[in-house]
């Protein structure tokens, strides 16, 4: 499977992200494992968590998708074959959030030991801390990447303002750059980042990787009315999306598909991997169907007519 540079870091990652944020919430530790091992063999190497998932599903405190992947990772013995990405800054409760020093230098050992490793190859700033100045997060990176737990670093949900800031630091005082950006981005998200946000990150050669990738699965196409809401734990979370535009992104995505032979999601997916900006999207799986079609997604071409038909549709 093909490798691509992530911003300047010197990471080679796969042209697909595997999202966590299922694991120990919509799949369990055996089916997690069978989808790592099912991705993997399939040629990707790069899996994305955060130190958060899964707080938000009942009985859960945060940190299970990473222990989750820790074990394994113990029982594949394969750390030296994935890229693993994780996220520090939601909020665990209590106190135990942002992007202080001594909240991320606290983290980070959490995360460690729940992944079951000494390194961890993407870091990223889940969200910003307005209360933390840019150079206060990034000085705590560096004593990280000095100390060997982590290679490189990330951020997620910045304004274009923070990041400049971020990168400005880098610049004037020596500390480490953020090398990726996640922003959510896909079909029916795209003003939040298209804005300034991806103009920065391809001036400055930041790799960028992003969420909600299938727009929490609306751009499957198997939910087209308010009836189809019940279909899964993230149904609700579509809604916003069933108005006039949803549906003409909807029948773009139809029609691709038809020309392509693919189905809506791999279309979805491959319109990410063909903009020049996007290194790598996240997508998640809960089956090994649901897999196969990210795997098939990241094999698809979309010439310019339908990538223009779907800029046009998503406008």
Request: aromatic content about 8%.
């Amino acid at each position: 499977m093909k490798r691509v540079a992530l911003g300047r870091s010197g990471l080679q990652v796969s042209n697909l992200c595997f999202g966590g944020n299922v694991f120990g919430w919509t799949v369990d530790e055996t089916a997690s494992h069978r989808l790592l091992d099912g991705f993997v063999d399939a040629g990707f190497n790069f899996i994305d968590t955060a130190d958060v998932y899964s707080k938000w599903h009942e009985g859960n405190k945060g940190g299970e998708s990473e222990t989750i992947i820790g074990t394994w990772l113990k029982a594949r013995g394969n750390r030296d074959k994935v890229i693993i990405a994780t996220k520090v800054g939601s909020d665990m409760g209590g106190t135990e959030k942002g992007l202080s020093k001594a909240y991320i230098l606290r983290a980070v050992d959490r995360s460690l030991k729940r992944l079951q490793t000494d390194y961890i190859d993407l870091y990223q700033s889940h969200w910003d801390d307005l209360s933390v100045p840019v150079e206060e997060a990034l000085s705590a990176y560096a004593d990280l990447i000095k100390a060997g737990k982590v290679r490189s670093i990330g951020a997620s949900n910045f304004t274009a303002e923070r990041l400049n800031a971020a990168l400005a630091a880098h610049k004037r005082d020596g500390l480490p750059r953020y090398e990726s950006f996640q922003p959510e981005y896909n079909l029916c998200e795209r003003a939040g980042f298209e804005a300034e946000l991806a103009g920065i990150c391809a001036a400055n050669g930041i790799g960028v990787i992003t969420y909600f990738s299938l727009a929490g699965g609306f751009l499957t196409g198997k939910y087209r009315s308010k009836d189809d809401l019940s279909k899964s734990a993230r149904g609700s979370d579509v809604e916003k999306y069933l108005g006039e535009r949803g549906q003409r992104i909807l029948a773009a995505l139809d029609d691709v598909a038809a020309r392509h032979k693919a189905t809506p999601a791999r279309v979805a997916i491959a319109w990410l991997l063909a903009q020049p900006v996007v290194t790598a999207p996240i997508a998640s799986a809960t089956s090994p169907t649901q897999l196969a079609e990210l795997v098939a997604a990241a094999q698809l071409s979309l010439d310019a007519p339908s990538v223009a038909q779907l800029n046009d549709a998503s406008a």
